[in-house]
T-cell receptor, first 115, second 114 residues
Framework: DSGVTQTPKHLITATGQRVTLRCSPR?????VYWYQQSLDQGLQFLIQ???????AKGNILERFSAQQFPDLHSELNLSSLELGDSALYFC??????????????FGPGTRLTVL | AQSVTQLGSHVSVSEGALVLLRCNYS??????LFWYVQYPNQGLQLLLK??????LVKGINGFEAEFKKSETSFHLTKPSAHMSDAAEYFC????????????FGGGTRVLVKP
């Protein structure tokens, strides 16, 4: 158990819909990262938040957005869903930046299926 | 910019044989390097990491990896494969300048034959 929790575990929805994925980082971790794992694209970094502020962006679509709340949990919002958005979405957290090791702890993921 | 290449998307080994998974990286600044394992229907678990200390890194479950700067490689080995090693393995690179975001290789799926 990494200490990172993600809900829901599975999500099935239809094209055009909007969903919200939730992540709670390990206690004390200030950084939250979101990754997408799909068969055709592999594991891709989407976005990072640090202590409530967006820190880095990767290959995140404009239809997708995220935020980190004062209690440090994060939500990834996916809208106008397309079939190609079906994937496993991971959240990871890391120790505060001063540690420097870059090690990230991954949650179990949310499997999104768009029908 | 940073990138990772894993040679071989599938590797088949016999139980008790050497496991060797290849990883080459590219990074414009000193990198942090990681190997993660993913078992079916599970998340990613850290096997080991290189963060500029010893170049030979020992991890969990008998795995180790050697950082070779001249070859830009970080290959993963285990002397004797066990059936429980069947999983997908991902090499990843990050660095402080990139905010420690991970860039992953394409993954290598390991099959262990009895």
């Amino acid at each position: 158990d990494s200490g990172v929790t993600q809900t829901p575990k599975h999500l099935i929805t239809a094209t055009g819909q909007r969903v919200t994925l939730r992540c709670s980082p390990r206690s004390g971790d200030l950084s939250v990262y979101w990754y997408q794992q799909s068969l055709d694209q592999g594991l891709q970094f989407l976005i990072q938040y640090y202590n409530g502020e967006e820190r880095a962006k990767g290959n995140i679509l404009e239809r997708f957005s995220a935020q980190q709340f004062p209690d440090l949990h994060s939500e990834l919002n996916l809208s106008s869903l397309e079939l190609g958005d079906s994937a496993l979405y991971f959240c990871a957290s890391s120790v505060p930046g001063t540690s420097g090791s870059g090690e990230q702890f991954f949650g179990p993921g949310t499997r999104l299926t768009v029908l | 910019a940073q990138s990772v290449t894993q040679l071989g998307s599938h590797v088949s080994v016999s139980e008790g044989a050497l496991v060797l998974l290849r990883c080459n990286y590219s990074s414009s600044v000193p990198p942090y390097l990681f190997w993660y394992v993913q078992y079916p229907n599970q998340g990613l678990q850290l096997l080991l990491k290189y963060t500029s200390a010893a170049t030979l890194v020992k991890g969990i479950n008998g795995f180790e990896a050697e950082f070779k700067k001249s070859e830009t490689s970080f290959h993963l080995t285990k002397p004797s494969a066990h059936m429980s090693d069947a999983a997908e393995y991902f090499c990843a690179v990050s660095n402080k300048a990139a905010g420690n975001k991970l860039t992953f290789g394409g993954g290598t799926r390991v099959l262990v034959k009895p």
